[in-house]
């Protein structure tokens, strides 16, 4: 049986760039754990998503506006912690 030649690939819309990860960070940086908010049991803590934000990471509502504007329906990512019992 023949099989069909196969057709060649077309280049991917966004170029890809290699990078190596000592080229990209400092190895020898001093790293800082940051903590953002402690979210306790029963809790509720929005993230933005939308990057407008004046309270970043946090979300304001902005996303509201942008959602009007643009026709777009994006929202927090809300991380919520289970009550204990």
Do not use: Q, Y
Not at 29 to 39: P, Q, R
Not at 47 to 64: E, L, Q, Y
């Amino acid at each position: 049986a023949h099989l069909p030649a196969r057709a060649p690939r077309a280049a991917p819309a966004v170029p890809r760039v290699a990078v190596r990860a000592s080229a990209a960070l400092n190895p020898d940086a001093e790293k800082e754990a940051k903590a953002i908010k402690e979210v306790k049991a029963g809790e509720k803590f929005p993230v933005c998503r939308c990057w407008k934000s004046k309270k970043f990471p946090m979300c304001d509502g902005s996303h509201n506006a942008w959602n009007k504007e643009n026709g777009d329906n994006i929202g927090p990512l809300v991380i919520s912690v289970p009550k204990t019992e």
